[in-house]
């Protein structure tokens, strides 16, 4: 089995012709569907074959290179991305978020200068996800370093998102780290990565003390 089955990824089936197969697999995108599906692939196949290969490449590429960061977890070509290897940020300061998208938007934002620990997802235990599964004990690691003064947390305004911000609170007491969460701004059950860069930036720059 290779390992892109073993993954779960589409693999071609036998009698399938090309366009079928790529009609399916674009549908591992987020939010496409079969009629999505088949837009992307025509547009590309009638109007735009050297796009086509360029996306191609563009992911083969993706694929082969990037990775997580050794620190922080975000996505990195490196062993340590850009952020974490930048001296010019606060390294006091660790950041909690979700996703790699989290730290895009705050770093678009451009309202914070320290640095980050990317969960890759939140508490759900109905779904099988426990803190191992999240980098919990990865957390307490840097925690138990003593080289984080503030923990902010950043996870998102959901069930799953409190129940991630209580369990990081229980690390942060546990090795006398001083906790603060981002504050006014974020609707309840928004994602970071869709709240504007002006309401981020308010939300931010007024976090509070987590209790």
Same mark, same amino acid.
């Given at each position: 089995?290779?390992?892109?089955?073993?993954?779960?990824?589409?693999?071609?089936?036998?009698?399938?012709?090309?366009?079928?197969?790529?009609?399916?697999?674009? %549908?591992? +995108?987020?939010? @496409?569907?079969?009629?999505? =599906?088949?837009? &992307? #692939? *025509?547009?590309?196949?009638?109007?735009?074959?050297?796009?086509?290969?360029?996306?191609?490449?563009?992911?083969?590429?993706?694929?082969?290179?990037?990775?997580?960061?050794?620190?922080?977890?975000?996505?990195?070509?490196?062993?340590?991305?850009?952020?974490?290897?930048?001296?010019?940020?606060? %390294?006091? +300061?660790?950041? @909690?978020?979700?996703?790699? =998208?989290?730290? &895009? #938007? *705050?770093?678009?934002?451009?309202?914070?200068?320290?640095?980050?620990?990317?969960?890759?997802?939140?508490?759900?235990?109905?779904?099988?996800?426990?803190?191992?599964?999240?980098?919990?004990?990865?957390?307490?690691?840097?925690?138990?370093?003593?080289?984080?003064?503030?923990?902010?947390?950043?996870?998102?305004?959901?069930?799953?998102?409190?129940?991630? =911000?209580?369990?990081?609170?229980?690390?942060?007491?546990?090795?006398?780290?001083?906790?603060?969460?981002?504050?006014?701004?974020?609707?309840?059950?928004?994602?970071?990565?869709?709240?504007?860069?002006?309401?981020?930036?308010?939300?931010?720059?007024?976090?509070?003390?987590?209790?």
């Amino acid at each position: 089995m290779s390992p892109s089955s073993q993954q779960g990824q589409p693999q071609q089936d036998s009698g399938e012709d090309a366009l079928q197969y790529l009609l399916r697999t674009l %549908q591992v +995108l987020p939010g @496409v569907g079969q009629r999505s =599906a088949q837009r &992307m #692939a *025509l547009h590309l196949l009638e109007r735009n074959r050297s796009g086509a290969r360029e996306l191609a490449a563009a992911l083969q590429l993706a694929m082969s290179e990037v990775r997580h960061c050794r620190q922080c977890r975000n996505l990195a070509v490196t062993e340590l991305c850009g952020i974490c290897r930048n001296q010019n940020r606060d %390294q006091s +300061l660790c950041c @909690v978020v979700e996703t790699p =998208a989290d730290v &895009m #938007a *705050l770093e678009h934002a451009g309202v914070y200068s320290g640095r980050y620990f990317v969960l890759l997802g939140r508490l759900s235990p109905l779904d099988g996800i426990g803190p191992e599964q999240i980098g919990m004990a990865e957390l307490e690691q840097q925690l138990a370093a003593n080289l984080i003064s503030e923990l902010i947390v950043a996870t998102n305004a959901s069930i799953e998102g409190e129940a991630t =911000a209580h369990y990081i609170r229980e690390l942060a007491s546990r090795h006398q780290v001083e906790l603060t969460r981002i504050a006014q701004g974020v609707p309840s059950g928004g994602d970071l990565e869709y709240v504007d860069k002006n309401t981020l930036a308010l939300a931010f720059n007024h976090r509070l003390p987590m209790r």
